[in-house]
């Protein structure tokens, strides 16, 4: 065998290498990418569990709608002036605003949000609707991600329907486990 043939066979396996090592880059990449957008969504998850925030989300389903007929509440949130200690929900928006921000841009996946956060999100907007209007007069893009959120999170409920998932039929000798519709009462 030639030297020329030698070394042609040796570029080639050369460039399967090359190829090969490519290859192998883009799929480790692509695992990157999943775990970074999975520890994104834990980080987040865990703040949605932690107590302050609890409060604050209680705060929202509970007194907000109350707070929103003070005109001194509603004034501070006009003017922007107002103490992050009584105006709970701002805390909420933001949560939710962080969400929407990293699905907007492409760094979490929306079927991670989506499977899990889309009752509440669509919860506290409506709940947050005035508030977002009133901050709005004085900050226009206030909390854009966070209705970016709550569009979303509408469209996958018209989607879904009721069951989100399509549940596989339960095994058989499991069918006591079925959750069943309560009777109507007459």
């Known amino acids: 065998m030639s030297w020329e043939a030698l070394t042609a066979i040796a570029s080639l396996i050369t460039a399967?290498?090359?190829?090969?090592?490519?290859?192998v880059a883009i799929v480790q990449?692509?695992?990157?990418?999943?775990?970074?957008?999975?520890?994104?969504?834990?980080?987040l998850y865990e703040e949605f569990d932690n107590a302050d925030f609890r409060v604050a989300r209680t705060f929202v389903d509970t007194e907000l709608e109350e707070r929103m007929k003070d005109p001194v509440f509603r004034d501070e949130l006009l003017s922007g002036k107002f103490d992050r200690n009584v105006h709970l929900e701002i805390r909420v928006g933001n949560y939710w605003e962080k969400f929407g921000l990293l699905m907007r841009t492409?760094?979490?996946?929306?079927?991670?949000?989506?499977?899990?956060?889309?009752?509440?999100?669509?919860?506290?907007?409506?709940?947050?609707?005035?508030?977002?209007?009133?901050?709005?007069?004085?900050?226009?893009?206030?909390?854009?991600?966070f209705e970016y959120c709550a569009r979303l999170s509408a469209a996958h409920l018209a989607?879904?329907?009721?069951?989100?998932?399509?549940?596989?039929?339960?095994?058989?000798?499991?069918?006591?486990l079925e959750i069943r519709e309560p009777a109507t009462r007459q």
């Open 106 to 145: 492409g760094l979490l996946d929306q079927t991670l949000f989506l499977d899990w956060g889309t009752g509440g999100c669509i919860r506290d907007w409506r709940a947050m609707r005035e508030v977002t209007r009133l901050i709005r007069v004085r900050v226009p893009p206030v909390w854009r991600d």
């Open 16 to 23: 399967a290498v090359i190829a090969v090592t490519a290859i």
């Open 159 to 176: 989607k879904i329907g009721r069951h989100p998932l399509q549940l596989p039929k339960w095994s058989e000798g499991y069918e006591d």
């Open 29 to 43: 990449i692509r695992h990157l990418r999943t775990a970074n957008q999975l520890a994104a969504a834990l980080t």
